[in-house]
């Protein structure tokens, strides 16, 4: 089992997933409007959900497991396989008794069509089983041929007649198409023995992945549970433009858990040398930081061109969701670096609580916000969670490292970033506001004012090389 090749082939899959769900979910927003988009979006999002009850974090430790397991892994396996199936069909039948009550007429029925197929529309399980044998680039094959049947299925079905519920079935039939390939390969290439499935096998399965369980569905409501409100509260349309707001998200977040998750084994790795550790740390944190202010500065200028290019004008409409949304961004970058901190340090049993206090602001915040201020108040929301989530985090760091963030040069941050954001909104002659060019120079004054008061991030590069693996 060859690292590189192993991250590489995953990196490259992951960055075809990507790319597939944005390009479908582009041609669908200028194919059918953001009244019809909207219901697409709920339906795929309640899918989504559903998909992380059929997983219950089962899919993280499949890869650990299978190595330790070593002669037995077929056996394994095979236990693994019929305990999927069976939190699968539980998935389906929840997904039918939840349908009926909250889904939208025009995608109850189809709803209802596809649940029997969550076993295979929620196998994305197989990457660490191409891994551990030694034939990771079969994920990129897997990756491509589901790229290629969402996007013409999607297309296709946006053209018909009725399209909503055609383009629901397209996006679970081109999952339903990598769930069956991928069985097959598996199939064929380890071959589980089937014959030593039983209750024991599967218990043995079931504790293994029982702690990640509750916290992966936990996060999975967290991330969504804004979009079932502005359904329930909203217009089909309004849900349609905070959808094609969240796309920006959903990027944002993939670019920092591809940036940051290699973070978190060098902070293990520097766990035994607190001082190193702690620099490492807090010159990686000052990068995040200004990272996130420049997310936050360029995303009140750009949202509405952006908007404009990406989906066309009918959605410019939720520029200031995106706006609020390239904050939310931004301080995902933050967060993620201090959880990485915590992780490395200390248990982070608290994180399902912190995932469930998260999860209970949006809700309330969403369904006070939603009827007052229309999609924003659910982008306000998510934005607060956020913040909220990071400071339990640095709470946590704090007691795990026993001191807090550098007050001085966050002092003198501070007082470069406000200016910055005044800068978006200010009356300047010739740079209409808000607007691209009072966000370039938004950004200007930003680096000016922290090169000025010397607190501008240096390259945290080579302290973080510094760890051995």
């Not at 795929?44 to 299978?66: K, N, S």
Request: proline share 6%; glycine share 8%.
């Amino acid at each position: 089992m060859n690292y590189g090749r192993s991250l590489g082939a995953q990196a490259i899959s992951r960055v075809v997933y990507i790319v597939a769900a944005a390009v479908v979910f582009v041609l669908l927003a200028r194919l059918l409007g953001p009244e019809q988009l909207g219901a697409y979006a709920w339906a795929v999002t309640f899918l989504a959900v559903a998909c992380t009850l059929a997983d219950l974090g089962m899919t993280p430790v499949l890869a650990r497991d299978l190595v330790l397991t070593g002669s037995g892994r077929a056996a394994y396996l095979a236990n693994f396989l019929v305990m999927r199936l069976l939190l699968g069909l539980l998935a389906g039948a929840v997904t039918v008794v939840v349908a009926e009550f909250l889904a939208p007429p025009s995608v109850h029925r189809v709803l209802l069509v596809c649940a029997p197929l969550l076993p295979l529309l929620a196998a994305r399980f197989f990457d660490p089983v191409f891994q551990v044998i030694g034939r990771p680039w079969l994920s990129l094959f897997l990756a491509l041929v589901f790229m290629v049947v969402s996007v013409v299925a999607s297309v296709a079905a946006a053209l018909t007649n009725n399209p909503v519920p055609w383009t629901v079935l397209a996006y679970v039939g081109a999952g339903v198409a990598y769930g069956t390939l991928g069985l097959g390969l598996t199939l064929r290439l380890v071959r589980p023995r089937l014959a030593s499935v039983s209750a024991a096998g599967m218990a043995q399965v079931g504790r293994a992945v029982l702690p990640l369980a509750l916290s992966s569905l936990v996060a999975a409501l967290s991330s969504r549970i804004d979009v079932f409100i502005v359904a329930e509260l909203g217009t089909p349309e309004m849900l349609g433009l905070y959808g094609a707001a969240m796309r920006f998200v959903d990027l944002g977040v993939a670019a920092a858990i591809t940036v940051l998750a290699p973070l978190m084994a060098v902070f293990a790795s520097q766990s035994r040398d607190r001082a190193r550790l702690l620099v490492s740390f807090d010159m990686m944190i000052r990068v995040m930081a200004t990272v996130a202010v420049l997310c936050g500065l360029l995303a009140i200028g750009f949202a509405a061109p952006v908007l404009r290019l990406v989906f066309g004008e009918a959605f410019e409409a939720a520029s200031s969701t995106l706006a609020l949304f390239g904050w939310r961004i931004g301080v995902v970058f933050v967060n993620m670096t201090v959880f990485a901190l915590v992780l490395a340090l200390a248990p982070i049993g608290y994180s399902v609580w912190n995932m469930l206090l998260a999860l209970l602001v949006t809700a309330a915040l969403s369904w006070l916000l939603v009827p007052r201020v229309g999609i924003e108040g659910a982008a306000i929301a998510t934005v607060a969670a956020e913040v909220l989530q990071l400071t339990v985090n640095l709470v946590m760091a704090r007691r795990a490292i026993g001191r807090g963030l550098e007050p001085g040069w966050w002092g003198r941050f501070l007082l470069a970033a406000v200016p910055a954001v005044w800068v978006c909104f200010a009356p300047i002659p010739f740079i209409p506001a808000p607007g691209p060019a009072a966000a370039l120079a938004a950004v200007a004054v930003f680096l000016g004012l922290l090169a000025l008061l010397r607190a501008l991030p240096v390259n945290p590069l080579p302290a973080l090389a510094v760890a051995k693996p």
